[in-house]
């Protein structure tokens, strides 16, 4: 135990104003250390984090914290005595109007007004950077997400990793990471074979081959393959499907590549596996794990030691024919994403890809990396409902409902906060009448409408000549201002959490909250002068606080890639 001697004296507490859960957090460890220093208690006792959260019922206070819990005994005290040194220092700050003990040593905390009032202020100093930090700074991440094969038009589980993925690349950039969004386009392999052999089979009036690809969009993609190369189905067989698979990709990738931009998702980079194999990375990347002893031969064949990372067996990577496995190509893609610059490759992959999750990981160690700069994420399936009956198969793709089905049943912003406001390991029905409603139990429409309803109050505060400029934020002190205020207070510690879990769906659950304390607080606060009433200084806070609201909704709308309407 580290005593310090009987000259240490109090330590200084900071002052703080703008009192986010974060900096309470920071409030409460700096207030522990002093006063288990006055007692020559050890500090070393403290929890590295200190849990900050908000009571279910207010009247326990604005935030909660079980700290003294956590440290008393460590300490060498009752909890409830350390949570009464802590209530008494507490209240000497600025921050924290009282610090209650309850039960056997939770603290319950009401913060000063002045104190929650900065929250308001930092909200209107920072703007659209209001959240951000510089947590990630430093980290380079490449993150991939989509990658349907180019074979057909995305499918509804592509659509939506194009919107969580999107979403994810948003927010780890609010946190300073230098993203790269990336596509890898699967051109190589035996379903690119099947595919230029239906786009032949449709161009010269033939039924779908076994195993081929169906579906409308098949036929137009022949089509277009036919109409760019004159005389192309004179030419030999062999010719013919070698122009069909190369043209057919382009088409169907121009196409794919249309749809995300119009869904509002942008890839900066798109890798090839054709590219990989044809330039000879997968030939050298091999070669550089059969050097290191990282693969190993049996049974006529080159394996790669993939159950010493959690996979059920070792994986194949060359064939004892001597031609590569599909794992062979991720080997490749993987050195080409280090050799680029990635500190974290985080793969997006779809629900039957659960087993790739120890074969990349056994990648990365084959390589020498932590298994640790890999992370893959899992997507659970989605199925649309419509009058409580599944949405039947897309006209044009045959066989699924594809992205552009989606949207044209409820537009790009629907779609794209329904599908991110979920988590990715939850399977995922889609209520088309819900989504398509102007109703509150519409989760999108309910935080767009609070974000219309704050842009049209600025504009009637225009009209009316009141002004939120040098508000006197110490009058926001009734209920429902003091509940706006603390739910802003929490977006940015929701970025962090969302960051770091890899998790863009507490950005969304978070704007709910969010809209519903505004929509409390407007109907119970009025917020402009009626009648003859001259505009005073509680309508400029009031105002001041409606423009935070409006910020931060933007600002979180923003980062699922959705709009903030201005009138609805």
Same mark, same amino acid.
């Given at each position: ?19 986010t ?6 409030l409460?460890?700096?207030?522990a ?16 984090t ?32 350390l ?50 930090t ?18 057909g ?27 790269t969004? =990336? ?10 074979d099947?595919?230029a ?10 039924p ?12 137009e ?118 050799a680029r ?22 990648v ?21 409902v ?75 505060a225009?009209?009316l ?8 934020l ?6 429902? =201002? ?13 970025l ?6 890899? =998790? ?8 709910e ?30 105002l001041?606080l ?17 709009s ?5």
């Amino acid at each position: 135990m580290r005593c310090p001697g009987p000259e240490v004296g109090r330590a200084p507490v900071p002052r703080i104003s703008g009192v986010t859960p974060a900096a309470l957090a920071d409030l409460l460890h700096a207030v522990a250390v002093d006063v288990l220093t006055e007692r020559g208690l050890d500090t070393a006792v403290l929890p590295d984090t200190v849990t900050v959260e908000r009571p279910r019922n207010p009247e326990h206070g604005d935030y909660a914290t079980n700290l003294a819990l956590r440290s008393a005994k460590k300490a060498g005290v009752a909890p409830a005595e350390l949570a009464g040194w802590l209530a008494t220092r507490l209240e000497d700050t600025d921050a924290i109007a009282t610090a209650e003990v309850a039960g056997p040593g939770f603290l319950n905390l009401r913060l000063a007004a002045d104190a929650q009032a900065g929250i308001v202020d930092a909200v209107l100093t920072a703007g659209e950077a209001y959240g951000h930090t510089d947590a990630l700074t430093g980290w380079a991440i490449n993150l991939e997400f989509v990658s349907a094969n180019p074979t057909g038009p995305i499918h509804l589980g592509g659509t939506r990793w194009a919107a969580v993925g999107d979403a994810l690349g948003r927010v780890l950039a609010s946190q300073g990471a230098a993203v790269t969004r =990336e596509y890898y386009v699967n051109d190589a392999g035996a379903q690119i074979d099947r595919f230029a052999e239906s786009l032949l089979a449709a161009a010269e009036g033939r039924p779908v081959p076994e195993n081929g690809y169906g579906g409308a969009y098949i036929a137009e993609v022949a089509q277009k393959v036919v109409t760019a190369s004159e005389g192309l189905l004179d030419q030999p067989e062999a010719e013919k499907l070698a122009a069909f698979k190369r043209l057919g990709v382009e088409a169907m990738l121009e196409e794919m590549r249309a749809s995300l931009e119009s869904f509002g998702t942008h890839f900066d980079v798109w890798s090839s596996e054709q590219a990989l194999h044809s330039s000879g990375a997968v030939e050298r990347s091999v070669q550089e794990l059969k050097d290191g002893d990282a693969l190993y031969f049996a049974d006529g064949a080159w394996w790669l030691r993939s159950s010493d990372h959690g996979d059920d067996k070792d994986r194949v990577v060359i064939k004892s024919d001597g031609s590569p496995a599909y794992i062979a190509g991720d080997i490749a893609y993987y050195r080409d994403k280090r050799a680029r610059g990635a500190d974290l490759a985080i793969y997006m992959l779809g629900a039957d890809h659960h087993g790739y999750i120890h074969r990349l990981k056994a990648v990365a160690a084959a390589f020498g990396d932590d298994p640790a700069r890999v992370e893959v994420l899992i997507g659970q399936l989605v199925s649309l409902v419509r009058d409580g009956q599944p949405v039947k198969m897309s006209k044009r793709a045959g066989t699924i409902i594809t992205l552009e089905d989606l949207v044209d049943a409820v537009g790009v912003d629907a779609a794209r906060y329904t599908l991110a406001r979920s988590s990715v390991d939850q399977v995922l029905e889609i209520d088309l009448d819900l989504i398509s409603s102007r109703t509150n139990e519409n989760p999108v429409f309910y935080v767009q409408y609070a974000h219309a309803r704050l842009a049209s109050l600025a504009r009637n505060a225009a009209d009316l000549g009141v002004s939120a400029e040098s508000p006197d934020l110490a009058l926001l002190t009734h209920p429902r =201002e003091g509940d706006l205020i603390r739910t802003l207070g929490e977006f940015p510690r929701v970025l962090s959490s969302a960051a770091n879990l890899r =998790e863009p769906h507490r950005v969304a659950r978070y704007l709910e909250e969010l809209a519903g304390a505004y929509h409390r607080f407007y109907d119970t606060c009025r917020v402009l002068p009626q009648g003859d009433e001259v505009p005073g200084a509680l309508h400029t806070a009031r105002l001041a606080l409606c423009s935070a609201a409006r910020q931060v909704l933007a600002n979180g709308l923003g980062l699922l890639g959705v709009s903030a309407p201005e009138r609805m």
